[in-house]
């Protein structure tokens, strides 16, 4: 069970995470290749198709029905094996993964050590 304090912070971390890119700089650090300006490949099994809605970064596997949405479904999809039905702990640990990895892409976007937005 989830508490109402654990979805706030998970709401604030998707937030954050889902309103930069961080598809492009994590797919081209993991082995996949870049096709087009937002489509990557990796194998027969991921042709990653990365969209702009709304000031939301979203992705599309156009070769596994399901496999789609924000960073955090990404990576928890990839944590659990690539099932696309997931727990929520595997979502929780998702999005701490995808947190850390949004500090280090802010760290380096970062002129001066200004902060991203918390």
Known sequence: ?????Q??????IAGKVNSVNLFSPYLTGHGYTQQERMLFAKGDSELIQVRQEQNHFTYVNHLRPGDKGGFINF???RMNNGVTGFSIDHYVKAAKVALKIYERVAKRLSPGGVKMKR
């Not at 069970?1 to 304090?5: D, H, L, R, T």
């Not at 979805?7 to 604030?12: A, E, K, T």
């Open 1 to 5: 069970m989830i508490g109402k304090e």
């Open 7 to 12: 979805l706030r912070s998970l709401s604030r």
């Open 75 to 77: 990576l928890a999809i």
